[in-house]
């Protein structure tokens, strides 16, 4: 489904791809081969698929809409590497991190050497609205990153605090791509703000994705069965659960939670709850709302590849795998 959803703009993420990979370059070459350890991964580029689409249904993208791109993409990338530190993630996506490959120290260095990249690229697009973007992104990220740690260490139990998170933490990233691919091409205020909600409702959807997949066998994705849960963070379908089962099951479950017991058989048991009273369910309901509305906001442009892309794009985060 990939190869259909790139095809309208396969020409720009190329040239973007050499960009980033060049932005990844340093003239400093004593840390270039930890530099070199992350252009070498082979990432999907789903954010500056989502900005050059999004320019693509305003006009022709442009210069600014790949510089712009390969920002949110350093951006993004420098936030991945702090987060597996947080997390002690050992591996992404089946593949090793860099704390996993050379240690804290080097991983939190690298990722504010990256970031602050992003920061003088962003200086030279010199263009104002486009940095209070950037500046407004970055902060909303770490905004949800230590609301989320809070809610973790407090192990509050919110459908309204877990929507608020994933917004800052993960769709503020995706609206960001979209509405600067429709600033890139100076598409008008009107469709600037349309953009912006559907690259939300698309974050919105990757986050409650990738959600889901805690509750089961991951495979090679890197990220073990109830690790969330054993991190103390309490997703929607948990959540879900935890709000509709009859009270003193729900309290049993609460209790278990408060206890900190990280055992698989403890997790396996949250698990278990979870799926027994439809949070799985329900979350791909919520998945399915946003679907919906994405779809609505997207009938006001016309109809064309692009357009037909980025609806492929709602159900490929919605249905993917991994």
């Known amino acids: 489904m990939l190869e259909k959803i790139t095809y309208p703009v396969k020409k720009e993420l190329e040239a973007f791809r050499k960009l980033y990979t060049d932005a990844l370059n340093s003239h400093i ?30 006009g ?3 210069k600014k809409t790949l510089e712009y791109a390969v ?26 991190s860099v704390m996993s490959e050379y240690d804290n120290r080097a991983a939190v260095l690298l990722g504010d050497y990256i970031l602050s990249q992003a ?18 992104l970055a902060q909303n990220m770490s905004d949800g990153e230590l609301t989320q740690l809070i809610a973790a260490s407090e192990l ?26 429709a600033l890139s091409v100076n598409a008008d205020p009107e469709t600037t703000k349309i953009l912006h909600s559907i690259g939300e409702n698309l974050g919105m959807c990757f986050q409650i994705r990738d959600d889901i997949f805690d509750y089961f066998e991951q495979g090679d994705l890197g ?14 379908p948990l959540i879900h659960a935890l709000q509709t089962a009859p009270k003193d099951q729900s309290d049993a479950m609460q209790k278990v939670i408060q206890s900190r017991d990280s055992s698989p058989s403890t997790i396996q048991m949250l698990i278990q ?43 490929y985060i919605i249905e993917r795998e991994k």
Request: with cysteine; glycine share 4%; hydrophobic share 40%.
């Open 71 to 96: 920002v949110l993409e350093l951006l993004h990338t420098a936030t991945l590497i702090h987060d597996d530190v947080v997390d002690n993630t050992r591996e992404r996506r089946g593949q090793p």
């Open 223 to 236: 990220k073990p069965t109830g690790n969330d849960i054993r991190e103390g963070k309490i997703t929607l």
């Open 156 to 181: 509050i139990v919110d459908e309204k605090r877990y929507l608020e998170v994933i917004r800052k933490k993960t769709a503020v990233l995706l609206s960001s791509c979209s509405e600067m691919g």
């Open 29 to 58: 070459t004593h840390f270039q081969f930890m530099l070199d350890f992350i252009s070498k991964k082979k990432g999907k580029h789903i954010r500056p698929l989502i900005l050059i689409l999004s320019a693509k249904l305003c």
């Open 60 to 62: 022709e993208p442009t």
């Open 273 to 315: 709850f979870a799926k027994d009273y439809h949070g799985i369910e329900y979350a791909q309901e919520k998945m399915l709302a946003i679907k919906a509305e994405t779809i609505s906001l997207l009938k006001r442009f016309p109809d064309s590849d692009t357009k037909t892309a980025m609806l492929l794009l709602i159900d």
């Open 119 to 136: 920061i003088v690229r962003g200086v030279e697009t010199d263009n104002l609205t486009a940095l209070k973007i950037m500046a407004n």
